[in-house]
C-alpha cells in the first residue's frame, strides 16, 4: 500500500486526523449553540468568545494558580458557565419574546468586548500551553502515527457529544428540555420552573464552549481571537446541519471535519472554502438543514 | 356552607393591549364539575389560562383553597394542585407517549396510577412508544387528560375536551370525566358542547364578551333551554 488515489497514505491519513480534530470542536460548539438556539430562541454568538474564555481560564490557572490542565477541564466550564449564567439572567432573558436579530446583534457586541478585553490585557500574538505530561508522544498506529494528545481530544470530545445526545434525548431531564423546547408556557403549567432551566441550558451550553476551549489550549496558540475564528465556521455547520437536532450537529460536525481534511489532500486551494461551497449547497437543496426541521 | 376550592373574583385579563376579561366572577366547590359555556371568543380560554398563570397581565382575585394566586408564576400555581389541559392539547412532537405520559411531575400525594390510567384510555398502552403526535385526535385527548392525572393535582382544568372528536369517543370521556369525579378530582371544563356538557356537570356558567353572564345549574338546564340557545347561539 504505497499510495491512495495517488496520494501517500501517512498525508491522508495525517489530514484525516487533522480533520477529525477540527471535526471535534466543530461538533462540540454546534451541538451547545443547537441547545441554545432551541430552548433560549438566541443565536448565540458569543459562544466563540466563551470557547476562547476557556482557553484563558486554563492558562490562568496554569500559569497563576498552578493547577493543571485536569483542574482547568472542570474549573474553566464551571466557571465560564457561571459567567453565561450571569449573562442570561441580566441580559438575555429580557430578548426572548423579540426577533432572533436582537439575541444575535447583543451576543455578538459581547463577544466583541470580551474579545477586546482579552486582547487588551494578553495581546494579541498568543500564549502557548504545553501538553499534559501524560498525553505527550504519540503512538504507532501502523498505518500511521497519533499523537497522544489528538487522539484524546478526538475521543473525550466524542464521548461528550455522545453523552450530551443521550442525556438530551433519553432520559427525564431531557424530556423536559426537548418539550420545553417545544411549548414552554405548557411545561410550566405542569409545574416546572421553566426560567431556571433555560439560564442552566445557557450555562451548560457555555460550559461545552469552555470545555472545548480547554480542549484547545495546548493544540492552539491561546489567544484572544482563536474563537472568533473559529466561530464563523461552526456557524456554517450549524447551518449546515440544521439548528433542530442534536444528532444532526454532532454529525455534522465531524463530517465537515472530515471533508474539509479530505479537501486538504485532493484539493488543498479549497480547503478553507469547501465548508462554505457545502453550506451554500445545502442552502440551495434543503434550506432547513440537513438533519433540521422547519420550525 | 365550606369555602370553594377555587375563587375566582374580579378577574381582568390582557393580552397585550387587548383587555379580554371583564370582571370574571365564578367559583367551584370540592368535589363538583362546573363548566364555562359561551361562544367562540367569549373568553373560555382565557380564564384557563389566567387561573393558570399563562396570560401575560391579568388582575382581581384568584383564590384556590383560600390561597391567592394571582401573583405567582406558572409552575407554582401548578404545583398548589392544579393542572391544565389545553384546547390544542400539547401533546410533544419530540416526545414519545410514554414521555409525554410521565412528563408532568408529581407535585403531591394520591395521583393515579399509570395502570388506572391505562384502564381508563386503554389505547393508550399499546402506543406507547409512538411518537407524540402520530397519534389520532382522540388518542392525543386521552393522553393530554391521562398525563394530568398522575401528578396528585386535585383540580383539573379541561379545556374543550371533545372538540372535534368522534362520538364514541366523546362518551368515553364522558365516562372518564364520571369517573373521575367519583374518585374525587374536582373539574373545571369548558365546553361548547352543551348537551355533552349536560351530561357531566353539576353547574354551568356561561360566558360573554369576558364576562360570567348567567348561572344555571344542571337539573335546571332543560327549563332554561330557549335562553341558552340564545347564549351559544345554536
Ligand atoms: N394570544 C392572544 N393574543 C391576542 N388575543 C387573543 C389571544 N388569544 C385569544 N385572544 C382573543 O381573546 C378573546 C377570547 O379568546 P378565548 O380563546 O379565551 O376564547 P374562547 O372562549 O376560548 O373561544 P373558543 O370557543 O373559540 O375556544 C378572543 O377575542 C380572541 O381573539
Ligand atoms: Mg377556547
Known amino acids: 500500500m504505497h499510495e491512495i488515489f495517488g496520494i501517500p497514505p501517512q498525508a491522508l491519513f495525517g489530514q484525516l486526523l487533522l480533520g477529525l480534530i477540527n471535526g471535534s470542536f466543530y461538533a462540540t ?47 474553566a466550564p464551571v466557571l465560564v458557565g457561571a459567567f453565561g449564567v450571569l449573562i442570561e439572567r441580566t441580559m438575555l432573558r429580557h430578548l426572548y419574546k423579540l426577533d432572533h436579530l436582537y439575541g444575535l446583534l447583543l451576543t455578538f457586541g459581547l463577544a466583541l468586548i470580551i474579545q477586546g478585553v482579552f486582547r487588551n490585557y494578553f495581546g494579541s500574538s498568543g500564549l502557548p500551553y504545553r501538553i499534559p505530561d501524560a498525553l505527550r508522544g504519540g503512538t504507532d498506529l501502523g498505518f500511521m502515527f497519533m499523537p497522544n494528545y489528538r487522539g484524546w481530544v478526538i475521543a473525550v470530545s466524542l464521548v461528550v457529544c455522545l453523552v450530551t445526545w443521550f442525556v438530551i434525548e433519553k432520559t427525564k431531564l431531557g424530556a423536559y428540555l426537548r418539550a420545553a ?6 411545561v410550566q403549567a405542569f409545574g416546572i420552573n421553566v426560567p431556571r432551566m433555560v439560564t442552566l441550558t445557557y450555562g451548560f451550553g457555555v460550559a461545552l464552549a469552555a470545555f472545548s476551549g480547554v480542549l484547545a489550549a495546548p493544540i492552539y496558540q491561546v489567544s484572544p481571537q482563536m474563537g472568533a475564528d473559529l466561530i464563523i465556521v461552526v ?40 465548508i462554505f461551497v457545502v453550506m451554500a449547497i445545502v442552502l440551495l437543496v434543503k434550506p432547513a438543514g440537513l438533519f433540521g426541521r422547519v420550525r | 356552607m365550606a369555602e370553594p376550592m377555587l ?3 374580579g378577574l381582568n385579563a390582557w393580552y397585550g393591549e387587548s383587555h379580554i376579561l371583564h370582571g370574571v366572577d365564578f367559583d367551584v366547590r370540592q368535589g363538583e364539575v362546573v363548566t364555562l359555556l359561551g361562544r367562540n371568543g367569549a373568553g373560555k380560554t382565557t380564564t384557563m389560562k389566567s387561573i393558570m398563570g399563562l396570560v401575560g397581565r391579568r388582575s382581581g382575585s384568584i383564590l384556590f383553597e383560600a390561597g391567592e394566586t394571582i401573583g405567582l408564576p406558572a409552575y407554582k400555581i401548578a404545583r398548589l394542585g392544579i ?27 394520591g395521583g393515579m396510577t399509570v395502570e388506572t390510567i391505562f384502564e381508563l384510555f386503554p389505547n393508550l398502552r399499546e402506543r406507547l412508544s409512538s411518537q407524540g403526535t ?67 356537570a ?18 335546571a338546564l332543560a327549563a332554561n333551554m330557549e335562553k341558552l340557545h340564545e347564549y351559544l347561539g345554536v
Open chain 1, 29 to 75: 460548539l454546534s451541538l451547545g449553540l443547537a441547545i441554545i438556539f432551541g430552548l433560549l430562541n438566541i443565536i448565540n454568538f458569543t459562544h466563540g468568545a466563551q470557547y476562547m474564555m476557556g482557553a484563558f481560564v486554563a492558562w490562568m490557572l496554569l500559569n497563576w494558580l498552578g493547577l493543571n490542565y485536569w483542574a482547568a477541564l472542570v474549573i
Open chain 1, 181 to 186: 423546547t417545544e411549548n414552554p408556557p405548557l
Open chain 1, 235 to 274: 456557524f456554517a455547520v450549524v447551518v449546515i446541519g440544521g439548528m433542530g437536532s442534536i444528532m444532526g450537529a454532532i454529525l455534522t460536525g465531524f463530517g465537515l471535519g472530515v471533508i474539509e481534511g479530505l479537501t486538504k489532500v485532493f484539493y488543498p486551494e479549497a480547503s478553507a472554502t469547501v
Open chain 2, 7 to 9: 375563587s375566582v373574583k
Open chain 2, 83 to 109: 393542572a391544565f389541559c389545553p384546547e390544542e392539547r400539547g401533546i410533544f412532537a419530540s416526545l414519545d407517549v410514554a414521555e409525554n405520559l410521565m412528563l408532568p411531575p408529581a407535585i403531591g400525594e
Open chain 2, 134 to 200: 402520530k397519534l389520532s385526535g382522540g388518542e392525543q385527548q386521552m393522553l393530554a387528560i391521562g398525563r394530568i392525572l398522575r401528578t396528585g393535582a386535585r383540580l383539573l382544568l379541561l379545556d374543550e375536551p371533545t372538540e372535534g372528536l368522534a362520538p364514541v369517543i366523546v362518551q368515553q370521556i364522558g365516562h372518564t370525566i364520571h369517573r373521575l369525579k367519583k374518585e374525587g378530582f374536582t373539574i373545571l371544563l369548558v365546553e361548547q358542547n352543551f348537551r355533552f356538557a349536560a351530561t357531566v
Open chain 2, 202 to 219: 353539576d353547574r354551568h356558567y356561561v360566558m360573554e364578551h369576558g364576562r360570567i353572564v348567567d348561572e344555571i345549574a344542571n337539573d
